[in-house]
């Protein structure tokens, strides 16, 4: 008893050859370039994300020039100091970005500076973010802290953008020091600083989030380029199994 023949296997066309190459380098090539944007733009954090951001360089040169203006003509020192978990995150002050108030007592023997802590805890733990400021003063009676609320630096500010807070508050002790009588009035452009917007809030969120947003985008691009390729696959197959015009015949004569 003979075997039926196997039907002959269908010769692989240009345009399947390319689908398979195309769908290759999708599954594989949009995940991998996912995790390189991810390891570059934000690189994951083995203490889960409860690191306190400092000012960058350019924010820190600007909030010390602008106090070195207050402090020449109000003949008082100006600083912050930014801490977490007793750790200091970033000291400055009129004398540059990264020298403290304190560090000069001929060139600052009085000063005001602000003092904030912040905590970030791990989205794994039920303890909340928070922040405790005060300010600190050696010359001279310290404006009280309470008066920062004004420029809509309160603790939360602290706990949703603490390196743009610390800026502003050391911007605003000028302002309110003057208020108390103390020295004369701060330039214009001080108190202007420090009465900035504030960033949109919101880094809780994303903090915690984000890991889902960039994998809902990367499936989707997936969505999106798998069906791009079924497209090009199935319309090439289409002219390849539509039939090739014929000349007509000419009718043949009587």
Same mark, same amino acid.
């Given at each position: 008893?003979?075997?039926?023949?196997?039907?002959?296997?269908?010769?692989?066309?240009?345009?399947?050859?390319? %689908?398979?190459?195309?769908?290759?380098?999708?599954?594989?090539? =949009?995940?991998?370039?996912? =995790?390189g944007v991810w390891l570059a733009v934000a690189p994951p954090s083995l203490d889960g994300g409860t690191t306190v951001p400092a000012?960058?360089?350019?924010?820190?040169?600007?909030?010390?020039?602008?106090?070195?203006?207050?402090?020449?003509?109000?003949? =008082?020192?100006?600083?912050?100091?930014?801490?977490?978990?007793?750790?200091?995150?970033?000291r400055g002050s009129n004398l540059g970005a990264g020298t403290a108030v304190d560090s000069d007592p001929a060139r600052c023997p009085r000063w005001v500076e602000v003092q904030a802590s912040v905590t970030w805890t791990s989205s794994a733990s039920? &303890?909340?973010?928070?922040?405790?400021?005060?300010?600190?003063?050696?010359?001279?009676?310290?404006?009280?802290?309470?008066?920062?609320?004004?420029?809509?630096?309160?603790?939360?500010?602290?706990?949703?953008?603490?390196?743009?807070?610390?800026?502003?508050?050391?911007?605003?002790?000028?302002?309110?020091?003057?208020?108390?009588?103390?020295?004369?009035?701060?330039?214009?452009?001080?108190?202007? #600083? %420090?009465?900035?917007? %504030?960033?949109?809030?919101?880094?809780?969120?994303?903090?915690?989030?984000?890991?889902? &947003?960039?994998?809902?985008?990367?499936?989707?691009?997936?969505?999106?380029?798998?069906? %791009?390729?079924?497209?090009?696959?199935?319309?090439?197959?289409?002219?390849?199994?539509?039939?090739?015009?014929?000349?007509?015949?000419? #009718?043949?004569?009587?």
């Open positions: 008893m003979t075997r039926p023949a196997r039907p002959a296997r269908k010769p692989t066309t240009r345009a399947k050859r390319i %689908a398979r190459v195309l769908k290759v380098l999708v599954f594989a090539g =949009v995940p991998l370039a996912a =995790v000012p960058d360089g350019e924010m820190g040169a600007q909030t010390a020039a602008q106090l070195a203006k207050a402090s020449a003509a109000q003949g =008082v020192c100006y600083g912050w100091q930014l801490r977490s978990g007793g750790t200091s995150v970033s039920e &303890a909340p973010d928070s922040a405790w400021v005060t300010v600190a003063a050696q010359g001279v009676a310290p404006p009280p802290e309470s008066r920062l609320d004004r420029f809509g630096i309160t603790d939360g500010a602290f706990v949703d953008e603490p390196d743009w807070a610390v800026c502003q508050a050391a911007l605003a002790l000028p302002l309110l020091l003057a208020e108390t009588g103390a020295v004369p009035p701060a330039p214009v452009a001080t108190a202007g #600083a %420090a009465a900035g917007p %504030a960033p949109e809030a919101g880094s809780d969120f994303w903090r915690d989030r984000w890991p889902f &947003a960039v994998g809902a985008a990367v499936l989707l691009a997936l969505a999106a380029l798998t069906v %791009a390729i079924g497209w090009f696959e199935r319309k090439h197959e289409r002219t390849r199994a539509r039939p090739a015009p014929t000349a007509p015949t000419p #009718a043949a004569g009587p």
